[in-house]
Structures are given as structure tokens and as C-alpha cells.
């Protein structure tokens, strides 16, 4: 059983990414920039930006932070967007989400300019995903792409099931894997990645245990700790835990610790690969949104 170091495959992507910056640099070029828009106080949320931002500057890119008040108007959030959008200096960006209920996050997002669509959740980011055309693809399952790449996991053929239909995670995940490969792909995951059999499960499947018993590959996004349990895998399979989950554990100095969908302890053990949660998907959210800054930065450059 390999544990897949999602810790240190993201810090391979960032020295990949600063050497890129340097040459760029050399040549005579501006740094790529992230912009990021904050709205409010959710301390999680906070925690997300402060990290992109050292994240960006770690590789030397710049990075902007434009925050508001958890009161504001929707017409200056969207005022905001329209300005970034506009804005030369600034190549992608992103609006943090979760938003404050008053705003209506479909508007906020559709304001965004797909070009500069660095979270690759534009519809028409999305739209151009699910048809298989170059788009920028939503970080977190950009990241589990790149994990099994860099790891050499093969997809052709195999079965995958995925748990969970979000947006940013279940979703784009099984559209990137049913695809045939193709040409948008760095030349590494076009060879290994896609042609997949994909099964989408979420809260109101029927015999998850059964379909997961099934899988090659299973995925888990719920949000839910240990939904994942050993009599649902198959010997040699690969499990991918996407889920953050916050467990009360006294013995923490926080008072919690973090756990993700999968009872890691009876289910390793079964697994061919399997991701830790911490140090699995989650710092590759990250490297993902910096690879996609660069992308939309050389495509808009025309690099
Ligand atoms: P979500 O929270 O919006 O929705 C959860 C999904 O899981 C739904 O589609 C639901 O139908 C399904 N689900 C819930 N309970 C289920 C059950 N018992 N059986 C089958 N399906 C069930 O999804 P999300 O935003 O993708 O987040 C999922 C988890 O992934 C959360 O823990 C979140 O914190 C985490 N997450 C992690 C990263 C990362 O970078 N590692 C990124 C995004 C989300």
C-alpha cells in the first residue's frame, strides 16, 4: 500500500511553477497575478486566502487582496469583478466562496470574465470541461488528476466511483474522467488519464456499499467522516479522500483535529494508493489554483 504525499507532489508543482517565474522573468516578462476577493469574516475562509496569497508569492507571483465588509451591497461586489476584469495587471481571479447569504453567488460568479476564471467555475469553464475542449479546470479535481498522474495510476478502462455531486468536486471529477484524452491535457495525464467507467454517487444512491465494492478507483467528497468503510473496498483498490472534516479532540490544542470521509485506518491497509487526509487533496487545491493562474497568464499573454 503507497500513501500518495499530496504534500509533497504540491511543493514539486510550486518548483515547477517558481522556475517557470524565474524564466519568465529573465526573458523580460512580468510576474503572473492572482487577485482574490474576500467578502466577511468567516475565519475559514480567511485562513483559505491568507494561505493562496503566501502560496502565490512563494512562487513569485503577485498577488491582490480586495476585501469587503459582510454587509456589502451586490453592486459593489459586482462593480469590483467588473474592474478586475478590466484590469491588465491582474491575469486571474477568484471570489471566495462561501458568500454571505444576501448575495446571490450565481450573479457573482457569472460577472466573472471565464478568461480570468482562475477557479474554473464559469459555466463557461464548466461547459467547455464537460465537452472535452481546453478550459481551466476546478482546482481540487485538477489536483486528484494530477496526483494520479504523477503516481502513474492508470484510468483507462478501469472503474471509478465517485462520492458526492458538487460542483466543484463531484462534478468536474467525473467529467474528467469519463472523457476520451484529450488534447488540453499536459502531455503526462493525457496518456494516463480519462476513458474511465464513472459512477456518481451521492446522498440518495441506493447499495453505495455494493457499487463501491465495484470500484477500482472510488473518490470521496461527501463531507462526511468515515463514510468510507473497509467492507466497502475492494482488495488493491485506490481511494482518494477529498473530504475536511472537523472532529472535537481535546487532546488538540485547537480542540479538534481533521479527519476526511474515509476510515483511513481499516481501509488503508486494503488499498493499492490511498490519500491521507491531511497531506493528501488538500494542499494540491492550492498548487492547483497556482497552475491555473499561470495557464490563464500564458493563454491571455499569449505565451
Ligand atoms: P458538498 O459538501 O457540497 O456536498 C456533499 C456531497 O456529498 C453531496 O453531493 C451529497 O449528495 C453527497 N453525500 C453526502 N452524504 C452522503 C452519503 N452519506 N452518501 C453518499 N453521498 C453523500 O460537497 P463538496 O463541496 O465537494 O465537499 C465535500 C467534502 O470535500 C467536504 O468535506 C469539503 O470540506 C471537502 N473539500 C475538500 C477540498 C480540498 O481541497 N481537499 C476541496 C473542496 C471540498
New binding site residues.
Partial sequence: MTIIDGRQIAADIRQELKTEVEHILKAGGRPPCLAVVIVGHNPASETYVRNKIKACQQVGFRAKKISFEADVKQEEVIKAIEQLNEDSSVDGFIVQLPLPEHLNETHIMQAINYKKDVDGLHPMNVGKTALGMPSVVS??PK?IRELLSRYNIQTEGKSVVI????????KPMAMLLMQKPYLSLPKMASQTLGDATVTL?????RN?RQICLGADIIIV????PN?LKQDMVKEGAVVID????RIEDNSQEKGYRLV??VDFENVAPKCSYITP?PG???P??IASLLQNTMQVYKTNNRI
Avoid at 462520492?163 to 463531484?170: A, E, Y
Avoid at 467528497?221 to 462526511?224: L, M, N
Avoid at 477529498?242 to 472534516?245: D, F
Fill in positions: 482546482a481540487t489536483g462520492i458526492g455531486r458538487s460542483n466543484i468536486v463531484g454517487c451521492h446522498s440518495k444512491t453505495l467528497a461527501a463531507g462526511q463514510l477529498v473530504g475536511i472534516n476526511g470521509d487526509v493528501g487533496v488538500g494540491m487545491t
